[in-house]
């Protein structure tokens, strides 16, 4: 029983620190307690923090364990309650958008449904997968015994490991737990795995919402929290691998950049890209594809720039000034670029085993040679995507019949971006397959899910963009509020 209070409030104190976050990210627009999308992004930002604070204390010669994971704690809390307290006047001036329809509240009480049954199921079983164990969970442990990223160990190459190169991201949330319950426990941190799945569909739920329409919000998130290959997949948020997190970060870096190509507001509008660029660089912190992500968000939001439309209506002129420019787009990448340099930095010392060495291998005469590759690689992808939606679900196919049936749509700024984007990390997956120094079948095909896990937000948001005609609405007044 005192292990689960512990918890419980070690849960409290990263919602408390992350709810605080995004209050200093966010604007007067996202400060209301009962917006899905502050709730949302204060679990997914609460770990996020944890990660990187964890990081730079260590490379600012702090060490970790108990005292600093208390003190984390207590830190979350008391900025979460300050926070909530500062802002409870201007929460008590604004309006409310009053009971929302039928359909939104059996929605929010189905997403409610699932995310208790994604913590309870995640609980019900130990870290039991290879990557689990043999690549964060090893680390976790080593951190916490160690006390520090820049443990001997970890730099050692005849050190039992897989991929020690890997981000750390998640070893140090898993720690954080260790630290708060005084010893390893390889069951308990798995909370911090449906809390992320909470905080995407939360967050998904409330920007459509203030875009489209409350509705349409809570529908599309409905229809995200129940897409099978993220819940209930073994390998998805019920497990402790990095696949699902990076569907969440990666996520919510789409989606804020979405967001920000429709807004108007110069200061929100560059509040929402540094929300983006931290979920980006995030992803990246946790597994090698979220750079490749962060790569192609940079490039698709440049090509948005250059090719999107920007309105439809015939105000455009109006509000031509305010749209997402060149000086937005610098701010996604120096953001990104300040809170990733000094994990690469960090990198550079740790040792190679099994890493493949991308970006290394790439050559005009290796692409030329291989080539044949795409015979097969792309029927394979096509077929895992289209063919097998029974298990990893109808998104595909949605998204390429929102594109048929709305398709001046996707000439605007924001659709193009998430079309660039999608078409960027698909063919990036193919690229791996032509460079990669492995096997073609077993390296593409066993990877082939765990990739196209990590697009199922974008996937959606791409349908949700098409299909549902956007609101003109007091953002205080959208519909994220969670009271239905």
Known sequence: MTTLLIVFIGILGIVGLGYSLAHILGDRFLVSIFRSEHWGLSLCAGIAGVGW??????????????????????????????TLFISRRSMRTRSTSGRGSTMTRVCQRLIGVLIVAAVVQAWLTPQRFWDERAIYAIKAKVLWHEKSVNAPILHDPDFVQYHPKYPLMLPLAEQHFFGLLDGVYDRWPKVLFPLMYAGMVLTFAGVTSRRLSPQSGWFCGFMLATTPVLMPYEYGFLCAQADAPVACFHGLAVLFLWDAHQETDRGFRRRLIVISATAAATAAFIKDEGLAFLLIDIIACGLALIFGRRLNSATESNVARHRFGAVDWGLLVGIAVVLLVPWFIHRRGLPSTTEMNYFGRISFSLLIDRLPTLLWSVPHLLDRMFGEWQTWGLHWWLAIAALMTIPSRATTASQQFLIWNLVGTLAALLLAGMIAPAELEEHLGGSTHRYLMQLVPVAWLLVAGQWFIPTVTDRCEAGGDMRG
């Open 53 to 82: 604070v964890s990081f730079f204390w260590c490379l600012m010669g702090g060490s970790l364990g108990s005292g600093f994971s208390w003190g984390l704690m207590v830190c979350g809390l008391l900025g979460g309650a300050s």
